[in-house]
Nanobody, 114 residues
């Protein structure tokens, strides 16, 4: 059985940066793709970025060039570096992964506001 725990959210001004981290318990996570999703109030959860076990990445168009996903398969962590943040990036951010992507973290709030 696995578990994902996010950390690192908070309040930041537009143009600022935040770094999110997700720690996975369960060594099997290292062989599966992992991802970050987000859900803004009144909107559906959407994909932000994914990374394969080999490190291949994929980003939503809205965050390309601003966000960077990375992983450490030894430490079982998945990080999301967010730069040039915009108010529309405000959302609860969730870590996801495992077999059939069945595991979700509890979410961490990111608020971008003056």
């Amino acid at each position: 059985q696995g578990q994902l725990v996010e950390s690192g959210g908070g309040l930041v001004q537009p143009g600022g940066s935040l770094s999110l981290s997700c720690t996975a318990s369960g060594s099997f996570f290292s062989i599966f793709p992992m991802g970050w999703f987000r859900q803004a109030p009144g909107k559906q959860r959407e994909l932000v970025a994914t990374i394969t076990s080999a490190g291949r990445t994929n980003y939503a168009d809205s965050v390309k060039g601003r966000f960077t996903i990375s992983r450490d398969n030894v430490k079982n962590t998945i990080d999301l570096q967010m730069n040039s943040l915009k108010p529309e990036d405000t959302a609860v951010y969730y870590c996801n992964g495992g077999p059939a992507n069945i595991y979700w973290g509890q979410g961490t709030q990111v608020t971008v506001s003056p």
